[in-house]
């Protein structure tokens, strides 16, 4: 398994925004799709989005699409969530996770962070 860590979660009233990271220095993170997942309360783990290796091309949940924005800085060796307009809905722990190829099945990922929780409250 590979190592990722994620950080940036925290407090956050409705409509403003949070920028999760999630890095790793034991490997390349270009080398690897690196999707995110999201799982509230009572709820099952959720894709919301994918960053293809290489390319980098970038796929979006339709709740979070035009809100939510997925890139790497390949200098940090990091990925990035930017999350903005959130609301409370977007209430979750958030992970990030690494395979090959990007999928939004979490059962396809191998590698998973130990996630950041991420709460949207007035």
């Known amino acids: 398994q590979l190592q990722l860590v994620e950080s940036g979660g925290g407090l956050v009233q409705p409509g403003g925004s949070l920028r999760l990271s999630c890095a790793t220095s034991?490997?390349?993170?270009?080398?690897?799709?690196i999707g995110w997942f999201r799982q509230a309360p009572g709820k099952e783990r959720e894709g919301i989005g994918c960053i293809t290796h290489s390319v980098s091309s970038t796929y979006y949940l339709d709740s979070v699409k035009g809100r939510f924005t997925i890139s790497r800085d390949n200098a940090k060796n990091t990925v990035y969530l930017q999350m903005n307009s959130l609301k409370p809905e977007d209430t979750a722990v958030y992970y990030c996770?690494?395979?090959?190829?990007?999928?939004?099945?979490?059962?396809?990922?191998?590698?998973w962070g130990q996630g950041t929780q991420v709460t949207v409250s007035s």
């Open positions: 034991r490997f390349t993170l270009d080398y690897y799709a």
């Open positions: 996770a690494a395979e090959p190829h990007c999928s939004w099945r979490a059962a396809d990922f191998g590698s």
